[in-house]
């Protein structure tokens, strides 16, 4: 199993970023992907997840009207739109199999940095 995450980068705040997972050595279409994010001094946090079976989305209450998360089944990616970015959205995030959306991560890769700053 190994997923992939990438398009982290610098970015002032208000600004926008996409980022990507990809994932193989699974059935990376039919399996529940979410993004958490790790920042130095803090916890672990979830931050959004997509249900592969019914479709539904989820987010962090820090993060709700400001990212999306989706999936493109064509070219197997999850893809998560980052707008209004904040100081306190600088972390490294990581996409990671999901189960049930329910906040418990079995697998996930390397991340990607996401800094906000001015």
């Known amino acids: 199993v190994q997923l992939q995450a990438s398009g982290g980068g610098s970015v002032q705040p208000g600004g926008s970023l996409r980022l990507s997972c990809t994932g193989s050595?699974?059935?990376?279409?039919?399996?529940?992907i979410g993004w958490f994010r790790r920042a130095p001094g803090k916890q672990r946090e979830g931050v959004a997840c997509?249900?592969?079976?019914?479709?539904?989305?989820h987010y962090a209450d820090s993060v709700k009207g400001r990212f999306t998360i989706s999936r493109d089944k064509a070219v197997k990616a999850v893809y998560l739109q980052m707008d209004s970015l904040k100081p306190e959205d600088t972390a490294i995030y990581y996409c990671?199999?999901?189960?049930?959306?329910?906040?418990?991560?079995?697998?996930w890769g390397q991340g990607t940095l996401v800094t906000v700053s001015s």
């Open positions: 050595g699974f059935d990376f279409e039919y399996t529940t």
């Open positions: 997509l249900h592969s079976v019914d479709g539904t989305f």
């Open positions: 990671a199999r999901e189960p049930l959306c329910a906040g418990h991560f079995d697998s």
